[in-house]
């Protein structure tokens, strides 16, 4: 609510808030879509991830189940690829097996950007976290310490936004490409899988936007107190 009482600042959030409601709304309706529509060749998401990572070369990543709904990723960590619905033979979930077993191959082959991304977590958790109590008390009570200190921390949390869209579209690419080349998968098919996936990557492109249109908003308020 603080963001009511400098007007300006509403110039660069609501658009972005605007973007980003958009986003989710794009990635529900388009994985709710083709969540209906059953691939030709009948194979589930978790056979999809696994015959991706057997073509690839690429073993020891475990592909499990999560209740969490939409919540599939890849942890590097434990090199564990989770599917929201791992028996579904949907186009939507057979896309999005692929994207996050595209997530796995970039593991394998030592993409930069991933790597980097993964480094970055620690910081950007802790950052998103303090940065915005921080910022706010230093505001209040006009601590310029405080205001850089919170305004460094949620910078740290931009970079992280930024540097997870190469690594999203590179998996996608990635996903689609494999998808591809594997031939079990008619052109409407992978035209479906593409939607789904740009209609995902846009969720992160809003959360960058969002993100970096927040910091903008903080520096324009601290230079204001200043």
């Known amino acids: 609510m603080i963001w009511l009482f400098y007007p300006e600042t509403l110039v660069l959030l609501i658009p972005a808030l605007l973007f980003a409601m958009y986003a989710q709304y794009k990635v529900q309706s388009t994985y709710k879509k083709y969540a209906q529509v059953p691939t030709q060749a ?4 978790s056979q999809v991830a696994r015959d991706i990572l057997s073509r690839e070369g690429i073993s020891g ?14 942890d590097p960590r434990s090199k564990t690829l989770r599917l ?19 997530h796995a191959i970039q593991h394998a082959r030592g993409y930069a950007p991933l790597a980097l991304r993964s480094a970055v977590v620690p910081v950007a958790s802790f950052g998103s976290q303090l940065a915005f109590p921080l910022f706010f008390i230093g505001l209040f009570f006009q601590a310029e310490v405080l205001l850089n200190v919170g305004i460094a921390l949620f910078a740290a949390a ?13 998996a996608s690419r990635r996903a689609v490409a ?24 846009l969720t992160y ?20 107190r200043r």
């Open 42 to 45: 009948r194979i589930n998401a």
């Open 61 to 74: 990543v475990n592909v499990e189940g999560t209740q969490r709904r939409l919540g599939d990723h890849y």
């Open 84 to 102: 929201s619905a791992p028996e579904s033979i949907s186009v939507a979930a057979v896309g999005v097996a692929a994207h996050e077993a595209g």
């Open 158 to 170: 931009v970079a992280f936004t930024l540097i997870t869209l190469p690594v999203e579209f590179n």
């Open 178 to 201: 494999v998808l591809r080349s594997g031939g079990t998968m008619s052109s409407t098919e992978l035209g479906a899988v593409k939607q789904v996936l740009t209609a995902a990557a």
């Open 205 to 224: 492109v809003a959360a960058a936007a969002m993100a970096a249109m927040q910091l903008l908003a903080m520096l324009l308020m601290a230079n204001r």
